[in-house]
């Protein structure tokens, strides 16, 4: 695809250029050429992947013709780049740009497979040379390079791959990247990430059609358990693990959906994930009925839809920084247990979704809701920060004939509309030490700047109880044992 793009790219050029009228060429000393940037950026790139084409426009602003004698690649024949000047290939002489007017430059790099991993990252660097009427100007084409796993390879758009290691453990420990393509199975297989490791998930879109419309979903960019298939992430506070999108160009650094998430699946048990930075996906993690997560000192950031997703599931969180999520951050359905310990869970997306909802039922024909299935649901939440651009940043959704047991202890929650008559009017009796936010206290340091660290005069300071086993923050800094605070991280005093 790429390819078709540039060289439909390098015919409408010629089709272009074939139409402009012949003018008289300037050829004073002083003919200078403007270009659309100075350096051409390509960003990371993996090894065999090679990268997005990117193109430079080259302007001329005089009255009159301007010629090109040269544009030429510094490294010439050992280039990692490849150019096409207004629509020809490779180096060029000659090329002519009429009175005001503008071509482009297009350009693509390869990256060296067989780079040393002491070398990688590693930066290629090398300058696109312009010669005019004996003027020498220059544009800097820059690219960063990496060695990479491509799991299951780089030709995987669209298909399914599955790890089964016949009840064993697959380690992933190499310090290049893993790269995953397509739809990763984890199935009778133990996956355990070592600290540090990052993975890169490319994602994908595909059509369906449906009775009336054309519909698009993301089939590529998952990773899934089966019920005995089990992930443990190792990661540390100097070594984190990262998974998130492999467009790492300029422009998708925070951009959510760019692969769809991870998913335990139903039965699988005592999946541990701990410091591991989980982004710009679709959904950050679901845990199917009976699957097990224990997830700690964790991230989870700039998704399209939910962060943390529970379906009759049990998970025990701590430690852990939930924002970005354009649907309710922490989503526990359909019954199950949960266990939410200084965790701070900022839901600043769509108004309509909450920080943290709890229910003990399933539609399964929503919205119409005519069928629907139950289970108790046991929560314990203490310690937490759970605001947002809400009114009401939790949601309780109970059905009255099955177990709805919930208990909230030390917390700082953003609460109106609940509290009426014909919802919980009596929540903030049984929230324990709980504080109600209102816009206008002081909480985080620069909340507009995503730095949820507590601000100097934080509600949350010296408001929490001490949990014997959670003695250090996400920043591993050491927590008063008398008085700690709420959420994620501990104040530090200069």
């Given amino acids: 695809m790429k390819k078709i793009i540039f060289f439909t790219a390098v015919i409408l050029t010629l089709l272009f250029h074939s139409c402009v009228p012949d003018f008289e060429i300037y050829e004073g000393g002083d003919a200078m050429l403007s270009f659309s940037v100075d350096t051409l950026r390509f960003d990371t790139v993996f090894t065999e992947q090679g990268s997005a084409t990117r193109s430079v426009k080259v302007y001329n602003s005089r009255d009159q013709t301007i010629e090109i004698s040269e544009v030429r690649l510094g490294r010439g024949d050992r280039s990692k780049f490849r150019i096409n000047v207004d629509g020809l290939p490779g180096d060029a002489t000659n090329v002519e740009i009429p009175p005001n007017d503008s071509i482009y430059i297009f350009a693509e790099v390869t990256v060296d497979p067989d780079q040393d991993i002491s070398a990688s990252p590693y930066v290629i660097q090398e300058d696109l040379n312009f010669n005019i009427n004996g003027n020498a ?148 993690i679901a845990v199917d009925s009976a699957g097990t997560l224990d997830i700690n000192n964790s991230r989870i950031f700039n998704t399209a839809s939910h962060g943390l997703f529970g379906i009759h599931a049990s998970i025990d969180a701590s430690n852990c920084l939930l924002y970005n999520n354009s649907a309710t951050a922490m989503r526990m359905t359909y019954g ?117 660290h507590l601000d100097t005069l934080s509600i949350a300071e010296e408001r929490g109880s001490f949990i014997p086993d959670l003695p250090l923050d996400l920043d591993g800094v050491m927590r008063d044992m008398e008085i700690p605070d709420i959420g994620c991280y501990e104040y530090v005093y200069e």
């Fill in 336 to 452: 199950g247990d949960y266990s939410l310990r200084n965790c701070t869970v900022i839901s600043n997306g769509d108004q309509a979704a909450s920080a943290l909802s709890l229910s003990n039922l399933l539609c399964t024909d929503f919205p119409e809701c005519s069928n629907i299935l139950r289970n108790p649901i046991n929560a314990t939440v203490e310690n937490c920060i759970l605001v947002g651009s809400g009114n009401d940043e939790i949601s309780l959704i109970e059905i009255d004939d099955t177990e709805f047991n919930y208990n909230f202890k030390n917390c700082i929650v953003r609460v109106e509309e609940i509290l009426m008559p014909e919802q919980y009017p009596n929540f903030l009796e049984d929230c324990e030490n709980c504080i109600v936010y209102d816009r206008s206290d002081a909480l985080f340091f620069d909340a507009n700047e995503e730095d949820y």
């Fill in 137 to 284: 100007q220059r544009v800097v084409l820059e690219a960063w390079g990496q060695n990479a796993n491509y799991i299951p390879s780089r030709f995987n758009n669209g298909g399914v791959a599955v790890l089964n290691c016949d009840g064993g453990d697959v380690l992933w420990d190499d310090p290049k990247p893993y790269v995953i393509f397509g739809i990763l199975v984890i199935d009778n297989c133990n996956l355990i990430v070592a600290p540090g490791t990052e993975i890169y998930v490319h994602g994908g879109l595909e059509d369906f059609v449906d009775e009336e419309n054309m519909l698009q979903f993301f089939n590529d960019g998952r990773i899934i358990t089966t019920g005995s298939g089990r992930i443990e992430i190792n990661g540390t506070l100097e070594e984190p693990v990262t998974i998130q999108g492999d467009r790492l160009e300029e422009g998708f650094a925070e951009i959510p959906g760019q692969w769809f998430g991870i998913i335990l699946g139903a039965g699988s048990k005592n999946n541990e994930f701990n410091h591991v930075d989980i982004k710009n996906s679709s959904l950050g």
